[in-house]
C-alpha cells in the first residue's frame, strides 16, 4: 500500500513538474513615454493617443471626395502670443509628383505657410489664460482630380513664442 501510495505520489510530482514546462506563456513589450511641458509654454495635442500614429484621410467613394483631419490642442503662453509655420510644403504623394495631393493646414482659424516668417496663431491674451485651438487639415483637390493610389506625406509644425 504505501508502495502504491509512493508511485502515485511520485507521478503526481512529475506530472506537474512537466506541465510547468508546457505551461502557456505570453510577454508584452511596449513603449512608454512623457512630455511633461514647462508651465510658460507649451502647444500640446488635447488628446495624446493620435499625434504618433499614422492619421487616415477619409475617402469617400460615393462622392469620389477625400476628407480632412481635425485635431485639438492645448496651448499656452505666459508672456506673448504663439507663432507657427510649417516647415515645408505639406502634402501627399504616390510617387508620381504630377499626383501629389497638397494639403491646406490653419491651426486656431490662421492658414499656415511654409515661409520662413511665422504667423500668429494665438493672441497673447489667448495664450496667457490658455486655451484649446483646433488644427485643421483639407486636402486640396488636384487640377486632374483624384488618381488611385498610395499616398503618403507628413506635415511638420513649427510653434514658437512670439517676441513681447
Known sequence: MIK?????ASLGVATLMSSQGFAAREEHEFEISVNIPTLAFYVIPAETDWIHREQRLPWNPHTSTLGGLRK????????????ARLESEPYISNGND???????????????????????????????????????????????????????????????????
Open 4 to 8: 502504491q501510495w509512493a508511485i502515485a
Open 72 to 83: 485639438y490642442f492645448d496651448v499656452k503662453h505666459d508672456t506673448s502670443a504663439i507663432e
Open 98 to 164: 504630377a499626383e501629389n495631393i497638397y494639403l491646406r493646414v490653419s491651426f486656431n482659424g490662421q492658414e499656415l505657410s511654409h515661409d520662413a516668417q511665422p504667423r500668429q496663431v494665438v493672441s497673447a491674451q489667448d495664450a496667457m489664460t490658455g486655451s484649446r485651438v483646433r488644427l485643421d487639415i483639407e486636402p486640396t483637390v488636384p487640377s486632374g482630380g483624384y488618381k488611385p493610389g498610395n499616398f503618403y506625406g507628413n506635415v511638420l509644425l513649427v510653434f514658437s513664442a512670439a517676441a513681447p
